[in-house]
């Protein structure tokens, strides 16, 4: 079974630093780009973060770019975020995501696994 | 960067209905389109990709159109596991993002 599992999630004080982790399982990791998507409470979906493969190209919203990192080890078949200096708009659940085809973006793709979500909160 | 417009923002529907929701983005996706549902407390759904293809396992009363700038997503006879809110995500260029989503309720 194809299965994405997020964790990390928590609460943090603005300017604090979290790091989240996606296990990946049942498909071959090392060969798809993967994402993060988040969502506020009550809001719609808004992506972060995507890495390729081989970690070669990253990219990143504007609202994170500068304080988060997206990295992941193929080795382990592990996505992670490193979120750092976190604001109050940074509150939401981040989901770990992977396209129906190796890449995401023109690529004829769309987003067919997703974790269940991991809750972040930013408050003092 | 390229912004998605879903209309109508929220909607109110019966079961049976035939239901369309429109998403216009603001620059050339060509078929880069996908749709999602949310039910509460869960992850999105794809429904469907490339504009128009349906993702396996998606009931067939799911349909998606449109290329270019304007796209709809079609329920041809709203079922009551249908009421949720739906999204619309451009995956042509980076940063990816989504349509403000459409909340089907009943009516």
């Known amino acids: 079974e194809v299965q994405l599992v997020e964790s990390g999630g928590g609460l943090v004080k603005p300017g604090g630093s979290l790091r989240l982790s996606c296990a990946a399982s049942g498909f071959s990791f090392s060969t798809y780009s993967m994402n993060w998507v988040r969502q506020a409470p009550g809001k719609g979906l808004e992506w972060v973060s995507s890495i390729s493969p081989s970690s070669n190209y990253i990219y990143y919203a504007d609202s994170v770019k500068g304080r988060f990192t997206i990295s992941r080890d193929n080795t382990k078949n592990s996505l992670f975020l490193q979120m750092n200096s976190l604001r109050a708009e940074d509150t939401a659940v981040y989901y770990c995501?992977?396209?129906?085809?190796?890449?995401?973006?023109?690529?004829?793709?769309?987003?067919?696994?997703w974790g269940q979500g991991t809750t972040v909160t930013v408050s003092s | 960067d390229i912004q998605l417009t879903q209309s109508p923002s929220f909607l109110s529907a019966s079961v049976g209905d035939r239901v369309t929701i429109t998403c216009r983005a603001s620059q050339d996706i060509s078929s880069y389109l996908a749709w999602y549902q949310q039910k509460p407390g869960k992850a999105p759904n794809l429904l469907i990709y490339?504009?128009?293809t349906l993702q396996s396992g998606v009931p067939s009363r799911f349909s998606g159109s449109g290329s270019g700038t304007e796209f709809t997503l079609t329920i041809s006879s709203l079922q009551p596991e249908d009421f949720a809110t739906y999204y619309c995500h451009q995956l042509n260029s980076y940063p990816q993002s989504f349509g403000g989503g459409t909340k089907v309720e009943i009516k």
């Open positions: 490339v504009a128009s």
């Open positions: 995501a992977r396209c129906v085809r190796e890449a995401c973006v023109a690529a004829g793709s769309g987003v067919a696994v």
